[in-house]
């Protein structure tokens, strides 16, 4: 966990010097340390990176439900809501259809339908659309941005058992 910290903290600082994205170097540091970590280290490793995405996801999630602007959405109205739909079912999944054949390990359609699927939309959409909100003073950003991450987490959280058990049964 000292080295996941120490590393982070060193690529956040070099890039806040260059003037760059965090996010973007904090992963990028995160896939240079996962190959370098090897064996026996990794189990250790990933047990660590368990509690740690646990605290953190579920403290952003709580914090991003704080700051749901209800009235917005309200606003939107059924476009709102359209929008969600749209954006979830033609972000991934047409792509992943198109080029089923062309992706390593599927194995036809159904790999793809369940890979183009589940692309959740979270943190870092959250992360982005504040930051955008907050440079160029468009509150909407905002909205529309926070609805889409909502939907994501509700219906990619209700799907998430019944479709991989349904995926689990007829890959076997």
Partial sequence: MVYIVAVSFVALGGVKLIGSDGILAVFMAGVGFDLVVKGSERSEEENV???????????????FGLALPWQDW???G???LLLVIAILLLRRLPVFL????FIPHTKGYLDALFMGWFGPIGVAAIFYANLAAHK??????WSVVSLVVLGSVIIHGISAV???IFYQENTK
């Fill in 74 to 76: 309200l606003s939107l």
């Fill in 162 to 164: 019944p479709l991989s």
């Fill in 49 to 63: 990176q368990d509690a740690l995405d646990l605290m953190t996801t579920t403290t952003m999630f709580a914090l």
């Fill in 136 to 141: 160029t003073g468009l509150q909407e950003v």
């Fill in 98 to 101: 198109l080029l089923n054949r």
């Fill in 78 to 80: 059924w476009q709102g």
